[in-house]
């Protein structure tokens, strides 16, 4: 519990009186406003809005959530003039149901993994543009999945997914997955890829193609490996 190390008996008491009392002003502060203005909001591990021991109605650009099982079950609580979200940022590690119009519309999206092998699903039918995912493992991704919904129904000029991995190891399985499928040929592109990895161009009309290649960032808490599936003009 949080008090069972400080101080004697009658310490803690008084400490969880305090904090007792902090709780109930604050659950009472929130009871009396119909609306709650806040640049952002974070749920940890609460599954439901069932879960909140208030009602709330928040009025919100910005939804972070770690732990929950789908990101969906703590809408309710969230004013329908929050919409489109400024930023989404899910934190998880298990599966991530993606296929949803929140997810389609919210300006900035990102999502972050705690288990290597739990996948993202629905993620090939987003239509979004722009789209990060940080701390990939092998199986988090389909990457042939997304490509192949790429090929078929067609992505805007300027959409771009980018995967960020902590150990090369990972995405150098997924860039191996892809040259099973597709032709290693992607040349005559301005941009810092892996030397002696494969990448790859990919028509997909008479006016846009895919590139696809893996990058490395030099950030100031080590280094990430960088996937990158963008579509770009036939002219580029």
């Known amino acids: 519990y949080l008090f069972s190390e400080w101080g004697t008996g009658e310490e803690r008491q008084e400490l969880l009186k305090i904090h007792e009392a902090k709780e109930k002003l604050v659950k009472k502060y929130l009871e009396a406003r119909p609306n709650i203005l806040v640049d952002r909001v974070s749920f940890y591990y609460v599954k439901s809005y069932k879960q909140v021991p208030v009602k709330l109605n928040l009025i919100i650009n910005t939804l972070v959530t770690m732990g929950s099982s789908n990101f969906s079950n703590l809408l309710p609580i969230i004013d329908s003039r929050s919409f489109p979200l400024k930023k989404l940022q899910l934190f998880q590690d298990r599966l991530i149901y993606v296929d949803h119009p929140v997810v389609d519309t919210?300006?900035?999206?990102?999502?972050?993994?705690?288990?290597?092998?739990?996948?993202?699903?629905?993620?090939?039918?987003?239509h979004r543009k722009k789209l990060s995912i940080h701390n990939v493992g092998y199986g988090n991704v389909d990457a042939v999945k997304i490509i192949n919904d790429w090929m078929k129904n067609g992505?805007?000029?300027?959409?771009?997914?980018?995967?960020?991995?902590?150990f090369d190891f990972w995405m150098k399985r997924m860039l191996r997955d892809l040259k099973n499928e597709f032709e290693n040929d992607l040349e005559g592109i301005n941009v810092r890829f892996l030397d002696r990895e494969?990448?790859?161009?990919?028509?997909?009309?008479?006016?846009?193609?895919?590139?696809?290649?893996?990058?490395?960032?030099?950030?100031?808490?080590?280094?990430?490996?960088?996937?990158?599936?963008k579509v770009v003009s036939t002219d580029e």
């Open 155 to 166: 992505r805007e000029v300027g959409t771009e997914y980018l995967l960020g991995f902590t």
């Open 106 to 126: 919210t300006e900035d999206v990102i999502f972050q993994f705690d288990g290597e092998n739990e996948l993202i699903k629905g993620i090939e039918k987003l």
């Open 198 to 229: 494969p990448r790859f161009l990919i028509p997909i009309s008479p006016i846009s193609k895919i590139i696809i290649y893996g990058t490395e960032i030099q950030l100031k808490n080590g280094t990430v490996y960088q996937l990158v599936f």
